[in-house]
């Protein structure tokens, strides 16, 4: 796979759609909905982080949002991700949700939203007409110029491939676990073939990577830490990383990442770490995990 040139954190890929989103995001999962939170994010902007990515079920959209207006920054120079829960899905529920997101954002677009999980609880039987008439909220929500490009989030092929069937615009994005002990690459592939840009949430495995041997030998050849192996990986991978972390510095070294490359050797030696059962959360049970 040729790698695109990228020398900066707001470097961007191109979407299927034309919009261009940075590189890497700034991710808020877990993220506190007080003072803490606020005082990270707007951290993560002080360091040139303009890509912030959220959602509902965080519980932190207002945070974000408040975080934002105190930046100073434009919104027009930000790139917001925020997620539909699962609870939400449905067209009306999603119109009403994607409503009330905005509100707790203080904006009135979205750069990026996603469906959240392809299955909700209830819906085990007859998760693919939901997903229909959330989809068909989307696409209304993407025609009106209220979001600039939609996607998922957590979508494996066969999800992907049930929602092709009704759709009239295909997603843009699909933000998978992706890391170097779960790479999933039938996923990856998937995607890859049909210009859907794969964004990365657990890049650092969930705070595994810190304990790992081989991950350790190798940042120590690269004098770089395990934090900036992860997401160089999965740059060089053409994945779009969300590193989160409330601690300034390892924001700020997380995007310190373009000064060097990962070589075939220490390429291929991460590619080997690869499992299929390093998952946090498995998709097609995501209806049991959140009930």
Not at 211 to 224: E, F, P, V
Not at 246 to 259: C, L, T
Request: with cysteine.
């Amino acid at each position: 796979m040729q790698m695109i040139d990228l020398k900066d954190k707001n470097d961007t890929y191109t979407l299927s759609n034309g919009v261009r989103i940075p590189c890497i995001g700034y991710g808020t999962y877990k993220m506190p909905a007080d003072e803490t939170g606020k005082g990270a994010v707007l951290a993560a902007l002080s360091l040139g982080f303009r890509h912030i990515d959220t959602a509902t079920s965080y519980h932190n959209e207002e945070m974000v949002g408040q975080a934002v207006a105190e930046s100073g920054i434009s919104r027009g120079d930000l790139f917001i991700t925020s997620k539909l829960w699962n609870d939400d899905q449905g067209y009306e529920e999603t119109l009403a949700a994607f409503e009330r997101s905005c509100k707790w954002l203080e904006t009135d677009y979205l750069d990026l939203y996603l469906i959240h999980w392809p299955i909700c609880p209830g819906y085990r039987d007859s998760w693919h007409e939901r997903i229909w008439d959330t989809w068909r909220a989307f696409e209304k929500l993407y025609s009106d110029g209220a979001i600039r490009a939609i996607g998922v989030s957590n979508f494996l092929p066969h999800h992907l491939d049930a929602l092709a069937q009704k759709a009239d615009i295909l997603p843009m994005v699909d933000q998978l676990e992706l890391n170097p002990s779960y790479q999933q690459r039938e996923a990856v592939q998937y995607c890859r073939e049909r210009n859907i840009q794969l964004e990365a949430w657990a890049p650092l495995m969930r705070g595994r990577a810190f304990s790992s041997q081989q991950l350790k030998d190798i940042a120590g050849r690269q004098g770089k830490d395990i934090g900036q192996i992860c997401v160089r990986w999965s740059l060089q991978k053409g994945f779009l990383p969300l590193p989160k972390s409330i601690h300034p510095e390892r924001v700020k070294s997380d995007a310190e990442i373009f000064d060097f490359s990962l070589g075939d050797e220490a390429m291929a030696a991460l590619d080997a770490m690869d499992t299929t059962t390093e998952y946090t959360f498995h998709p097609d049970y995501c209806d049991e995990w959140f009930k």
